[in-house]
């Protein structure tokens, strides 16, 4: 078995617990600066790690392109999001419908790029999922 899925695993843990910190501060305080204070703190450790690392000119080399921006963009307003919506309807409703729209969306982008891992079983998977979402955020 690959590392790779033991750090997904982890990954996923790291972001609930993320959304629920993010969806309580986010009731005292807007969700975009509740998002910005986190993207700071997240510049200050990869400065830190950069520096440690020598890794400046790669830092640099990426920052000459143009794609980095709008993907900094899109990073702080997901998070702001994320916090904003597990405000007020909860940490498992949110992550539940984020990873029904993820898996739908890389499902489009694997078959756009012509992945051959995209097929039935792909989409069979992803209505299971689809269908645990739906039950997941409907009332009781």
Known sequence: MSSGYAVAGLVGIGIAIQVAIVGRASNTAHPLAVSLA???AGVIVAAGWATINGSWSDV???ARQ???IPLGIGGWIVVAALGFAA???GV???LALSVGAQLIA???IDNAAGTNLVGARSFLGAALV???VITMTTAN
């Open 130 to 132: 689809v269908s645990g």
């Open 38 to 40: 986190l993207q700071i």
């Open 60 to 62: 640099a080399t990426v």
């Open 106 to 108: 890389g499902l489009v």
């Open 66 to 68: 143009w794609w980095w």
């Open 92 to 94: 498992a409703a949110v």
């Open 87 to 89: 405000s007020r309807i």
